[in-house]
């Protein structure tokens, strides 16, 4: 597996632990400013990109279409946090835009920092901690908020009304018994139904899910199995348990028909026939939802440690499942920077040094280190990202 260091992630953490200015890259002091916000118990930060100059055009261009690429499943990950946080998100944006009253009142600034945090944590939960967000503000100010707003303009499902809108979201913000928790693994109680996710719907047990996926695997390949379920949603139609794949015609799909629209355009800018091979069996697994084609895709990521430019978009980890099977969808997009690069690879090729040297019983030793390879990168769009603390 290809190691990745994250470029300026030390830069970024001194400041969030202090606030001040700090080093670049380069360890020279400069008066860019890295703090961009500050509100709750968050610090949004920025960052500088180093070495994007020196790229050839085709490669900028290959950036730009994979950074679209990433920005374009954005709204999928809010939807799998859980059903309300888009429509949640969406009530609360047009509210900040159409406000009438005194944008400096304690309770418009208190549903301002509430938003915030929901974009910041791609839904109404702690992103570590996965906790419902406390508001600041009461459910009447809410009310009255969305009353004074253009109606047309909130996420009103066909033939609801304002007040069955209102009625509907108002205990999922201020109730903290309402899906209380994003993932739920404590084991005291069904763990799909207790967490309020939306990989599961129509009141799907755990057991019905287990017993679900243990009967598809019943006399299919178990020397390369697939990752079965991992880029679908369960639900119940007619009381029966079917998959909904998220692919171009399934779920999700507007969303991935963009994905796929930038993908196309990436390919005439890739580095390399590697590289065009991994864009190309990732459009192909996004129009079939077909696992083994994600699987071909994930073999010809790994190989390819050639190209600067590099990205990931998909569904790939399943922290968000308390099964641990759903997959979130996710997107970064990269380059290689080289000078760093160059200081981990003097570490790197002497790996053998350190395993002579290391404090640990001989036994233990490798005769000889095979296998070990770093390379730093410099992040350069970020478009949602499954994170959990371990």
């Known amino acids: ?10 830069a970024m953490a001194i400041t969030a632990c202090t606030g001040q200015k700090v080093d670049n890259v380069a360890g020279t002091q400069d008066d860019f400013n890295y703090v961009v916000d500050q509100f709750a118990d968050l610090q949004i930060l920025r960052y500088q990109v180093p070495g994007f100059e020196s790229l050839s055009l085709k490669q900028k261009q290959l950036l730009y279409h994979l950074s679209q690429a990433a920005l374009m ?36 600034k208190a549903l301002e920092t509430y938003l915030r945090r929901v974009w910041f944590a791609s839904g109404i939960r702690h ?29 009103l499902r066909e033939g609801q009304t304002l007040e069955q809108f209102i009625a509907e979201i108002s205990p ?8 209380a928790k994003r993932t739920v693994q404590s084991g005291d109680q069904d763990l799909i139904l207790a967490s309020a996710n939306n990989y599961y719907g129509g009141g799907i047990t755990q057991k019905e899910v ?28 007619n009381g029966k348990i079917v998959e909904k794949v998220w692919k171009v015609g399934g ?47 994930a073999i010809l990521w790994v190989k390819d440690t050639a190209s600067e430019v590099d990205f990931v978009n998909g569904f790939t980890e399943t922290y968000g499942d308390p099964l641990g099977m759903k997959a979130s969808w996710e997107s970064t997009v990269n380059f290689i920077n080289k ?33 070990v390879s770093a390379k730093v990168i410099t992040v350069s769009m970020l478009g949602a990202i499954a994170i959990r603390l371990h």
């Not at 199995?225 to 139609?237: C, D, F, H, M, T």
């Not at 629209?261 to 077909?290: H, S």
């Open 127 to 155: 992103h570590y901690v996965e906790d419902k967000f406390v508001p600041g503000f009461t459910p009447e100010f809410f009310k009255s908020c969305l009353e004074q707003v253009n109606a047309s303009n909130l996420p």
């Open 339 to 371: 000078e760093a690069t160059k200081r981990t690879k003097i570490i790197s090729d002497n790996a053998q040094w350190f395993e002579d040297h290391s404090p640990v019983d001989k036994r233990f030793k490798k005769e000889k280190v095979k296998g």
């Open 73 to 108: 499943g954005r709204d999928i990950f809010f939807d799998q946090n859980c059903r309300y946080n888009l429509p949640i998100r969406r009530a609360l944006e047009t509210v900040y835009k159409e406000y009438k009253g005194d944008r400096e009142d304690v309770q418009f």
């Open 210 to 237: 287990e017993d679900f996926y243990a009967a598809m695997k019943v006399g299919q390949d178990t020397i390369s199995p697939i990752s079965y379920g991992l880029n679908s949603r369960l639900v119940k139609e």
């Open 172 to 179: 999922v913000i201020f109730d903290p018994a309402v899906l």
């Open 1 to 10: 597996m290809r190691n990745t260091i994250v470029s300026l992630m030390t």
């Open 251 to 297: 779920l999700y799909s507007a969303a991935l028909e963009k994905i796929v629209g930038e993908l196309q355009q990436a390919v005439p800018f890739a580095e390399n026939d590697a590289q065009k091979a991994i864009i190309e069996k990732l459009i192909e697994y996004y129009q079939t939802g077909d696992l083994k084609a994600f699987d071909a895709y």
